[in-house]
């Protein structure tokens, strides 16, 4: 079954307004890792977060990590229309567990000039 | 630069044809995945491998099989291929001893099964 569940499904905003994603996993983890996808491509790396962080920066990007709740969120500031691609949350289980990443269902954005 | 490479972007099958997907990655990775997309499924693990000659299954194994016979060559084998099977099949790779570190992704090959 899935370990990670990204909400929204669907995100549709205006270009430099926020954009907030959030995701839910189920067992414990050493790490969970944000990617983007767009439109019939592979996913691209965009930032990590240890399970021991609470909060990373980079760029316009804001992640969070709150392990009580098993849950992370994504923030993107002032998008922009390059935005608009699909955003994946992926997490690593504790104990590594052969090393494989389980991923969620993603989150469409769309970013309108 | 990290290259994972998918030997089709597109690829058009018939039922009951066998079928291999081949990925190829240059950094040396241990672990390597096979992961299937579909829409409002996000991506499904199929199998993933840790070495050489090395497969676990992920969620969704049945109807697929692995081939690891050399470190940077991963192929995903559908025995008899089938039109639920038509998706879009996506490869990575990451080192395993390393724990907090991304993976890399192919292009996608696109498989449609008529």
């Known amino acids: 079954s899935q370990q990670g569940e990204e909400d929204p499904q669907a995100l549709s905003i205006q270009e430099g307004e926020n954009a907030t994603m959030n995701c839910s996993y189920k067992?414990?983890?050493?790490?969970l890792q944000w990617y983007r996808q767009n439109s019939g491509r592979g996913l691209v790396h965009l930032i990590l977060?240890?399970?021991?962080?609470r909060e990373k920066h980079s760029g316009r990007l804001r992640v969070t990590l709150d392990t009580s709740k098993k849950s992370s969120s994504l923030l993107i500031t002032a998008s922009r229309a390059a935005d608009t691609a699909s955003y994946f949350c992926a997490t690593a289980p504790l104990y590594n567990q052969g090393g494989k990443l389980i991923f969620g269902q993603g989150t469409e954005l769309s970013v309108k000039p | 630069d990290v290259k994972v490479t998918q030997s089709s972007r597109y690829l058009v099958k018939r039922t009951g044809e066998k079928v291999f997907l081949e990925c190829v990655q240059d950094?040396?990775?241990?672990?390597m995945f096979w992961y299937r997309q579909d829409p409002g499924l996000g991506l499904r693990l199929i199998y993933f491998?840790?070495?050489?000659?090395?497969?676990e299954k992920g969620d969704i194994p049945e109807g697929y099989s692995v081939s690891r016979e050399k470190k940077e060559r991963f192929s995903l084998i559908l025995e008899s291929a089938s039109t639920n099977q038509t998706s879009m099949y996506l490869c990575a790779s990451r080192p395993l001893f390393i724990l907090n570190t991304e993976a890399f992704f192919g292009q996608g090959t696109r498989l449609t099964v008529v």
């Open positions: 067992t414990s983890i050493n790490n």
């Open positions: 950094m040396d990775h241990e672990n």
């Open positions: 491998s840790y070495d050489v000659k090395m497969k």
């Open positions: 977060i240890r399970s021991n962080e």
